[in-house]
């Protein structure tokens, strides 16, 4: 079965949303991009519906299923120039976390 691996693009912070909308005693951290990932990070995927070692955000993991579910059965986005590829993102509108799902096959350490 293909594997597949998230990829964080970008982390982002809407500081008008979160200035009208933030409960900050509710989000100890506050005013700033999402603390749960780092650009960069990246997660490998062996099967579904098990979520990877060390992936830090039960909601996002929801978010991602469904982009995990196209592209681990071969599909992907018609418009990301990238084959067997989703961008996606967790539901989080004020600091939104962008990743990059994409198939990786058999036996490759490298994204396909």
């Known amino acids: 079965m293909p594997r597949a691996r998230i990829t964080v693009l970008k982390r982002a912070f809407h500081e008008d949303l979160t200035a009208e909308y933030l409960d900050e005693s509710f989000s100890p ?18 099967r579904l519906p098990r979520k990877p070692e060390g992936f830090p955000c039960d909601a996002a993991w929801v978010d991602l299923y469904r982009a995990l579910s196209v592209v681990l059965f071969g599909g992907g986005a018609p418009w990301i120039n990238r084959p067997d590829s989703v961008v996606a993102c967790c539901s989080d509108g004020l600091r939104p976390v962008s990743f990059l799902v994409e198939r990786i096959a058999d036996g490759r350490d490298d994204a396909s």
Not at 29 to 46: L, Y
């Open 29 to 46: 951290q506050g005013k700033a991009p999402c603390e749960a990932f780092a650009d960069g990070q990246q997660f490998d995927i062996d």
